[in-house]
């Protein structure tokens, strides 16, 4: 089964210098789609918190490696993400 963190291809630093440690707050998590007609329940892939002013977005998996993105850098692995249709992004979940 390939998972999240096999299918997204690597991205590029985007090196911003960081700012004082601020609380973070949840955004959302990724789920892998289950195929149709399977009645599998979505598995989670990852967490995602963020600072309140959005500077930052921490992907945490569930064996406790994380990753920090910035704001375009988490836009283009959301995109990414989806458009392989495997994985989906829910914001309601936390």
């Known amino acids: ?6 299918s997204a291809a690597p991205l590029e630093l985007d090196l911003v210098e960081a700012g004082p440690d601020q609380p973070r707050q949840p955004w959302g998590v990724f789920l ?9 329940e979505p598995k989670l892939e990852a967490r ?4 309140a002013d959005r500077s ?21 692995l959301v995109l990414e993400l989806k458009r392989s249709g495997r994985f989906l ?3 309601k979940m936390r």
């Open 32 to 40: 892998t789609r289950p195929d149709k007609g399977s009645r599998v």
């Open 56 to 76: 930052r977005f921490f992907v945490t998996y569930p064996n406790g490696r994380e990753e920090i993105l910035s704001p375009s850098q988490f836009v283009a």
């Open 48 to 51: 995602v918190t963020m600072y």
């Open 1 to 6: 089964m390939t998972t999240m963190q096999d």
């Open 89 to 91: 992004f829910d914001r």
